[in-house]
């Protein structure tokens, strides 16, 4: 690195606050930090040549390479696939048709047993859904839970 390197040295100083904090030129100031940033230099040195206490230069560095990491990372998330499986209805026949194609066949038996009433109130529906990133998600409703499942399914969508 020459000295016609650090053309902008020392630092202009824009304006000066009534607290005696100084405002410095932004361009200059860039430039201070990418020289910072290259290989083999003195953070120090840099900045007695530009005039600004080093403490200051390395909090100047290291609040420019958050931004470049949050930037870089704000790219990632924006361009990452959906957590999210779409929902498709496929038939749109009661739940209690639903229910009884979900559920295992009755296996048929020798003796009939007398009529008692069931445990479940209403027919059962199971759904299963694998997500992208290998979340499986399980819901299993009767047919009076239509409201919760959609509402639930609404929430996920939201996300």
């Known amino acids: 690195m020459t000295d016609t390197d650090f053309d902008f040295l020392p630092l202009r100083v824009t304006r000066t606050c009534a607290d005696g904090k100084h405002r410095y030129d932004p361009e200059g100031k860039r430039k201070l930090i990418e020289a910072c940033r290259r290989p083999g230099a003195s953070l120090a040195g840099l900045a ?19 931004r470049e990491v949050a ?3 704000h790219g990632a998330i924006a361009q990452a696939p959906s957590a999210f499986v779409p929902v498709v209805l496929i038939d749109e026949s009661p739940a209690s048709t ?30 299963s859904a694998t ?6 998600l399980e819901l299993e409703c009767s047919g009076r839970d239509t409201s919760l499942v959609t509402a639930m399914i609404a929430a996920l969508g939201a996300s």
């Open 98 to 127: 639903l229910a009884e194609t979900a559920l295992p066949a009755p296996q048929p038996s020798l003796q009939r047993e007398p009529a008692r009433p069931s445990l479940r109130a209403a027919p059962r529906a199971r759904l």
């Open 48 to 66: 007695l040549k530009a005039g600004v206490n080093a403490n200051q230069l390395r909090k100047w560095v290291q609040l420019q390479e958050r």
């Open 131 to 136: 997500l992208p990133n290998g979340v499986v």
């Open 71 to 73: 930037g870089v990372l």
